[in-house]
């Protein structure tokens, strides 16, 4: 991973796209994966589903926590939004 981001294996970059809110649903066989943004004057919109294996949800999960991991000893601790609800 560089400095800035992921590295990109592909010609084609994806189009970025700000998400504050997350749906996730599952079944035996795959995991449904839904980002969108809400703000207290307009509903919650999702604008992008990713359905994925559940190995790969596994997967994920390990990217995201290793990402917080380095994020945190670089800036320091997230704030732990789950504390205050």
Known sequence: MGRS??????????RPLYANY???GHTAFEFVIEFGDT????????????VTSPVYALELLDVLE??????ESRFGPA????STR
């Open 5 to 14: 981001g992921p590295r990109r294996t592909s010609a084609r970059v994806a």
């Open 22 to 24: 997350f749906e996730v």
């Open 39 to 50: 703000y207290a004057s307009k509903p919650r919109t999702c604008h992008t589903r990713i």
């Open 66 to 71: 290793r990402a917080v991991r380095r994020y």
């Open 79 to 82: 704030r732990d939004r789950r």
